[in-house]
């Protein structure tokens, strides 16, 4: 991606000044390019900050990973960026998330519109209890799909990798698929409507080393066609996978427990050069 080359000049600046110079650029770089823009200045359910200051721009046919220990806010920033949050009771945002130039949370926005281009994938695998065609067809007949349904379902099991293991037996209940099996009936589901974007939250925490490798090698296939955002407790996850990372972090300095984005970087630079003492710390195990 040219989005990659942006940051070909971003590993190991001298300087402070150079690294300050070359954050700013790199920011601006990947900011022009973004399919996704999201500048949360504070989040809050109900009463409680939950996030504060994440500013994260999301490439276009790229994986742009979110690491951080429990409670920093990963699910929460990946749920407001096709506004599932919504569903929370006191959720409210201030800042935008612009996608396609457009900002999500404009009043205008309908949510169920965005929710329509922008999939999500659980960390539990969540197959309706229907046959498998009906579960890939599910989309496809909310949004009133006109075409030729048998022609779609089978694209999008074959784009999730799972077509020669489920072509025989299409009515069967999803529900009787192995879990990574069942994972990647759900990213068929995701990808059966083309959304713009995928978010995947910790898509692979319920799966066993194998299964895991499966659906890795899914999103670097998958990335040619779509853009994704994946939260990863799996660091070496996040290496393997990852175009971009956003670190996060929680601050209980003012006696709460607020997350907020530490570095945003190129993957191999953060993991190699991390210019922050939390990231080096956090990559080190130091806490988890
Ligand atoms: N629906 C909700 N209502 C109220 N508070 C919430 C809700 N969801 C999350 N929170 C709070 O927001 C903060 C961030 O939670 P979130 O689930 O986004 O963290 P996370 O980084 O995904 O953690 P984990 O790695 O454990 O999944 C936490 O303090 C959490 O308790
Ligand atoms: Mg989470």
Known sequence: MTIKGVYANDIGPESDAAR???????????????????????????????????????????ITAFIGPSGCGKSTVLRSLNRMNDFVPGF????????QGQ????????????????????????????????????????NRYKGDYAERVEAALRGAALWDEVKDKLHSSGLSLSGGQQQRLCIARA??????????????????????????????????????????????????????????????SAGGRTGYLIEYRPTAALFEDPREERTKAYIRGEFS
């Open 20 to 62: 300050a110079s070359a954050r700013a650029i790199t920011a601006q770089g990947a900011r022009a390019k973004a399919l996704m823009d999201c500048h949360i200045r504070k989040l809050y359910y109900g009463s409680f900050l939950a996030v504060r200051d994440a500013e994260i721009p999301i490439a276009p046919n790229a």
């Open 191 to 252: 990808i059966a409507v083309e959304p713009d974007l995928l978010l995947m939250d910790e898509p692979c925490s319920a799966l066993d080393p194998i299964a895991t490798r499966r659906i890795e090698e899914l999103m670097l296939e998958l990335k040619e066609r779509y853009t994704i955002a994946i939260v990863t407790h799996n660091l070496q996850q996040a290496q393997r996978v990852a175009d971009h990372t956003a670190f996060l972090f929680v601050d209980t």
């Open 92 to 99: 409210r945002l201030e800042g935008s998330v612009h996608f």
């Open 103 to 142: 900002d999500i949370y404009a009043n205008h926005v309908d949510p169920v519109a965005v929710r329509r281009s922008i999939g999500m994938v659980f960390q539990q695998p969540n197959p309706f209890a229907m046959s498998i065609y009906k579960n890939v067809a599910f989309g496809l007949r909310l």
